[in-house]
């Protein structure tokens, strides 16, 4: 669990460093992203996004466990 906090912690620096290149990307704003703006009202869902973070997530885990 110890080892797990540890790459967690180093992982949101890295993260952190990075964010000014990452900022850049599309994520967020992909196709199948969905945005609902009405008077006084927004309504923001990031379908596509969700689904892509998950692949790569799911494939990181994967190749860690091996």
Excluded: A, H
Excluded at 21 to 30: F, Q, V, Y
Excluded at 41 to 65: A, E, N, Q, V
Aim: hydrophobic share 60%; glycine share 8%; aromatic share 16%.
């Amino acid at each position: 669990m110890q080892r797990w906090i540890i790459v967690f912690g180093i992982l949101c620096v890295v993260i952190g460093l990075l964010w000014p290149w990452l900022s850049k990307l599309p994520l967020g704003r992909l196709p199948g992203d969905f945005v609902i703006r009405r008077d006084g009202f927004s309504f923001y869902f990031p379908l596509t996004t969700s689904i892509l973070i998950s692949l790569l997530l799911s494939l990181l885990f994967w190749l860690l466990r091996k």
